[in-house]
Nanobody, 128 residues
Framework: QAQLVESGGGLVQPGGSLRLSCAAS????????VGWFRQAPGKEREGVSC????????YYEDSVKGRFTISRDNAKNTVYLQMNSLKPEDTAVYYC?????????????????????WGQGTQVTVSS
């Protein structure tokens, strides 16, 4: 069964770091554009960072630029989101989503394209 599974969330103090993983099974993630999205209570899901297939073009939402890094490990069929200098406003459920082929990372993160797969989400809580 093709699916995405996120992991790596947890409770961290402000200024701390976490690395989220998005592991694919049943399909080759390197042929997909992948995005990380988050949804805080009472808010809409928003794009955080996206990476295109083939050339690995990346996009970051303004509030995470310089703090978050998206990357791929094709051997592990996994996409990561390294999150540094975490702030309380980063608290949310983080989801990864994937779409086959090369996709505009801006449009993907703006949720202007339909994604084929979504993970179940992982909770990130930044609090002292």
């Amino acid at each position: 069964q093709a699916q995405l599974v996120e992991s790596g969330g947890g409770l961290v103090q402000p200024g701390g770091s976490l690395r989220l993983s998005c592991a694919a099974s049943g399909f080759a993630l390197d042929s997909y554009s992948v995005g990380w999205f988050r949804q805080a209570p009472g808010k809409e899901r928003e794009g955080v960072s996206c990476i295109s297939s083939s050339d690995d073009t990346t996009y970051y939402e303004d509030s995470v630029k310089g703090r978050f890094t998206i990357s791929r490990d094709n051997a592990k069929n996994t996409v990561y989101l390294q999150m540094n200098s975490l702030k309380p406003e980063d608290t949310a459920v983080y989801y990864c989503g994937a779409r086959p082929g090369k996709t505009s990372v801006q449009r993907m993160c703006a949720r202007l394209v339909i994604l084929g797969y979504w993970g179940q989400g992982t909770q990130v809580t930044v609090s002292s």
